[in-house]
């Protein structure tokens, strides 16, 4: 095998990235935008000792899952994975990512795993960060193309609200009007680093932040003037400050230029005040879904006492509440343990308490209280939960454990590890946040043995 060779190859399967993988040589070749299912004319553009990467050439037979990308950006975008199949090849490759990793690494069979599967696929992310650069045609905002910090301008996101394209154009326009660089990462010069928007979906407010890399912003009042103009739901317009030169979107401080610095929103029948840095769920119905089954498998019947590490801004905690004797919620970010307590008092719900600590230094320090629960639920961010956390759990033995997972691989370890500790698989479930990007969610129960 040499590169540049030409192969016509069967796609016997795919990545969890959404690229298609030949059988080539005996070597595994893979080949992005093709379907399991094709044959293909691949191109050999990169050998190495551990993979193999083709340039797909040409669609000799094509599956009949392959669709038109209904996005003109899609495979220049890093954003969107699968829109090249038809939803329901997605959702079952989704579903045999998260059965394949808890056979191969987490050492079970998960059979028989269903997925929830999305009831759209477009406008269904309550949350945008556009990252903003200079153009030769001047200040655009987008998305970086994968892997990389290429900006790929993005004038309409259909996963997105259509609000946020409005605001992004606002944004650039005021932008231009003034004379207001964006954030140079090369140089560090320059202002405009990102465009955040969020949109309640219940309640339909909008937050509009702006990251820049300034202590201050000119012409803030027009900003306004003009955001809440073009859309009429903006409630909130706030300024970040990030002068990092690193990759971290938001900074530490907030300056809020018009509104409360924060918007409401309702999920599974509780109110919550979301700031720019609370962690919530991206879709809103799916979140539910998630959540229900969350709560069903904590098997919840009024007297149990519950932990719920990396709370956020305490949806599940609170969920978690109304069928609890009590809920213990525990968040590293400070913004979202005040959002969390400010939630619980709204929503009227007194069995409650949170503190921010990271999770294994509180789940320590409950161990050592004495505090006992009956079930801990776990959502941890995509690098799983730490082996401080995993010895904690253990040592506080409760009978149930749920865990939230963005990560079927981190989760698969995870259990595995937990299974070594006298934790025994019961069930796992997906369920599509995402759709037509490469993530998706499980809940896991596991039951002290």
């Known amino acids: 095998m040499q590169k540049n060779q030409i192969f016509t190859a069967g796609i016997t399967g795919c990545t969890s990235q959404g690229m298609g993988v030949a059988r080539i040589e005996d070597r595994a070749v893979f080949v992005k935008g093709a379907i399991p299912g094709e044959v293909c004319a691949v191109r050999i553009v990169k050998i190495t000792k551990t993979a193999v990467y083709g340039r797909l050439e040409q669609i000799l037979e094509p599956s009949p899952h392959r669709v038109t990308p209904a996005c003109p950006h899609f495979g220049k975008c890093g954003g969107c994975d699968f829109m090249h199949m038809d939803y329901a090849l997605e959702t079952e490759l989704k579903r045999q990512r998260v059965s394949d990793a808890l ?3 987490g050492g079970i069979d998960p059979e028989p795993l269903a997925i929830a599967a999305a009831p759209t696929c477009e406008g269904y992310r309550n949350k945008v960060q556009f990252p903003v650069a200079m153009t030769k045609d001047g200040p655009a905002a ?4 994968s892997r990389s910090h290429d900006l790929i301008p993005v004038t309409r996101c259909l996963i997105q609200p259509e609000e946020a394209s409005l605001i992004s154009r606002v944004v650039l326009e005021w932008m231009t009007r003034y004379h207001i660089l964006p954030y140079d990462e090369s140089a560090r010069t320059g202002y405009i680093r990102h465009i955040f928007v969020r949109k309640a979906a219940v309640t339909g407010a909008v937050m509009v932040c702006i990251t820049a890399n300034s202590e201050t912003l000119p012409k803030t009042k027009q900003l306004v003037a003009a955001l809440r103009a073009a859309v009429p739901a903006v409630t909130s317009v706030i300024h970040n400050v990030n002068t990092r030169p690193d990759n971290v979107i938001l900074g530490e401080t907030y300056h809020t230029l018009w509104g409360e610095g924060f918007i409401e929103d309702e999920l599974c029948s509780l109110r919550f005040r979301l700031s720019p840095a609370s962690f919530y769920q991206v879709n809103h119905h799916q ?8 709560l069903a498998l904590a098997d919840l019947h009024g007297t149990e006492t519950v932990l719920d590490l990396y709370c956020g801004t ?67 961010p995509r690098k ?21 997972s963005c990560d079927p691989g981190t989760l698969a370890r995870d259990v595995k590890l937990l299974s070594e500790r006298g934790y025994v698989f019961r069930s796992a479930e997906a369920v599509d946040l995402f759709p037509r990007t490469k993530h998706v969610e499980t809940v896991c129960l596991l039951t002290h043995s």
């Open 103 to 105: 056979r191969r690494i």
């Open 142 to 145: 987008g998305f970086f193309r």
């Open 287 to 294: 979140a539910e879904v998630l959540y229900q089954k969350a």
């Open 314 to 380: 305490g949806t599940i905690t609170l969920c978690l509440a109304r069928d609890a004797g009590q809920a213990i919620g525990v968040e590293v970010v400070p913004q979202a343990i005040e959002d969390a307590k400010e939630n619980a008092r709204r929503n009227g719900i007194e069995n409650v308490r949170f503190f921010c600590a990271d999770a294994g230094q509180a789940a320590k320090q409950l161990s050592a209280e004495g505090i006992h629960p009956d079930v801990i639920t776990v959502d941890p």
């Open 384 to 404: 799983g939960i730490s082996a401080e956390v995993i010895e904690a759990v253990a040592e506080m033995a409760p009978e149930r454990l749920v865990y939230v």
